[in-house]
């Protein structure tokens, strides 16, 4: 069965340290990887997304993330983390044979001044 | 319109009550999607529209769950005899023309459900 996990279901950085939040995934076949963040009283915005091609993907507000298929991994990273960072993000997947999301439970980011 | 829209954002309602959510989609998105998040269950599908095609219910955690999508556009989501475990905040996302599975799905605020 396809799943994704999270690793950390919080994680705390200072103001200007690198951001690091781990997702993995489950699946006999590629997917298709996203990341999801998600502030406070409101929906899910895309942060970016791998679908072919290179695997280092940039994003919205300077996140990035890299395709590792040998680890089945897509780690979202930030080289500086800013107090607008904190927020809720989601890794998710989804395949060419289905049209859902399948998301993992989740990462708390707090950034402390 | 400019983004997806969901009414009520907040519904509170008693056990046993049935309750619909609405889902307003971007214009022209042809698929629709109902994701259900919990505090303990994280983000979970519920149910998938895609153009006139059958509905994909495979989400849907039981019977008194439904959805209907009339038009193409505007989705209601209907829980019937309402749990308390069915309290959650419950998110509709829609998607563009191309049926592929990589495009952005775009989400709206949601409506949070509190059963008493």
Same mark, same amino acid.
């Not at chain 2, 983004?3 to 008693?14: A, D, F, I, R």
């Given at each position: 069965?396809?799943?994704?996990?999270?690793?950390?279901?919080?994680?705390?950085?200072?103001?200007?340290?690198?951001?690091?939040?781990?997702?993995?995934?489950?699946?006999?076949?590629?997917?298709?990887?996203?990341? #999801?963040?998600?502030?406070?009283?409101?929906?899910? %915005?895309?942060? $970016?997304?791998?679908?072919? @091609?290179?695997? !280092?993907?940039?994003?919205?507000?300077?996140?990035?993330?890299?395709?590792?298929?040998?680890?089945?991994?897509?780690?979202?990273?930030?080289?500086?983390?800013?107090?607008?960072?904190?927020?809720? #993000?989601?890794?998710?997947?989804?395949?060419?044979? %289905?049209?859902? $999301?399948?998301?993992?439970? @989740?990462?708390? !980011?707090?950034?402390?001044? | 319109?400019?983004?997806?829209?969901?009414?009520?954002?907040?519904?509170?309602?008693?056990?046993?009550?049935?309750?619909?959510?609405?889902?307003?989609?971007?214009?022209?998105?042809?698929?629709?999607?109902?994701?259900?998040?919990?505090?303990?269950?994280?983000?979970?599908?519920?149910?998938?529209?895609?153009?006139?095609?059958?509905?994909?219910?495979?989400?849907?955690?039981?019977?008194?769950?439904?959805?209907?999508?009339?038009?193409?556009?505007?989705?209601?989501?209907?829980?019937?005899?309402?749990?308390?475990?069915?309290?959650?905040?419950?998110?509709?996302?829609?998607?563009?023309?191309?049926?592929?599975?990589?495009?952005?799905?775009?989400?709206?605020?949601?409506?949070?459900?509190?059963?008493?």
């Amino acid at each position: 069965a396809q799943s994704v996990t999270q690793l950390g279901s919080h994680v705390s950085v200072s103001e200007g340290a690198l951001v690091l939040l781990r997702c993995n995934y489950s699946s006999s076949v590629p997917p298709y990887l996203f990341w #999801y963040v998600q502030y406070p009283n409101q929906g899910l %915005q895309l942060l $970016l997304k791998y679908t072919t @091609g290179a695997t !280092l993907v940039k994003g919205i507000n300077g996140f990035e993330a890299e395709f590792k298929k040998s680890e089945t991994s897509f780690h979202l990273t930030k080289p500086s983390a800013h107090m607008s960072d904190a927020a809720e #993000y989601f890794c998710a997947v989804s395949f060419p044979s %289905q049209g859902n $999301l399948i998301f993992g439970k @989740g990462t708390k !980011l707090s950034v402390k001044p | 319109g400019a983004g997806v829209s969901q009414s009520p954002s907040n519904k509170v309602t008693e056990k046993g009550k049935d309750v619909e959510l609405r889902c307003d989609p971007i214009s022209g998105h042809t698929a629709l999607y109902w994701y259900r998040q919990s505090l303990g269950q994280g983000l979970e599908f519920l149910i998938y529209f895609q153009g006139n095609s059958a509905p994909d219910k495979s989400g849907l955690p039981s019977d008194r769950f439904s959805a209907e999508r009339t038009g193409g556009s505007v989705s209601t989501l209907t829980i019937q005899r309402t749990q308390q475990e069915d309290s959650a905040v419950y998110l509709c996302a829609s998607r563009g023309h191309l049926a592929t599975a990589y495009n952005e799905q775009f989400f709206g605020p949601g409506t949070r459900l509190t059963v008493l």
